[in-house]
């Protein structure tokens, strides 16, 4: 019987395609299910072997805590750069968005707490 080992949505591509190159270099026997044509169901590499599941965890496991460690270690260096981006250079980039997201949460704080306001005002 088959076993989910790592679901692929919001996975970047390479670390996909790397998953499934460490998973075939050891021997594991998996197969791949797609987000299908409205994009619902569930994309995920699977282990068909439950036997093999065990290991391909351990696997799994070390790959992600070495591009962990990989990825702090290229941000660090950026930031030691300095061409790390910031979060004034985020805003920057997208004025409007933010803009719009810092109205959008003030007008829901707005919205949960005026009934409280006003119920305080009238009694």
Known sequence: MSALLFKLRNVP????????????????DIYETSAG????????IWVQNDA??????QLLNQYQQTRATDARK???EERRLGVAPNFIQK???RPLAIAGIILFCLF????????????????
Not at 13 to 28: N, P, S, T, Y
Not at 37 to 44: E, H, K, T
Not at 52 to 57: N, R, S, T, W, Y
Not at 108 to 123: G, N, Q, R
């Open 91 to 93: 805003v920057t980039e």
């Open 108 to 123: 829901v704080i707005y919205a949960m707490t005026s009934p409280f306001i006003k119920l305080a005002l009238t009694s």
């Open 74 to 76: 290229a941000y660090n």
């Open 37 to 44: 044509n409205w994009g619902i169901s569930m994309p995920a």
């Open 13 to 28: 591509d390479d670390e996909a395609e790397d998953i499934r190159e460490l998973m075939k270099q050891h021997g594991i």
């Open 52 to 57: 093999q599941l065990p290991e391909a965890k």
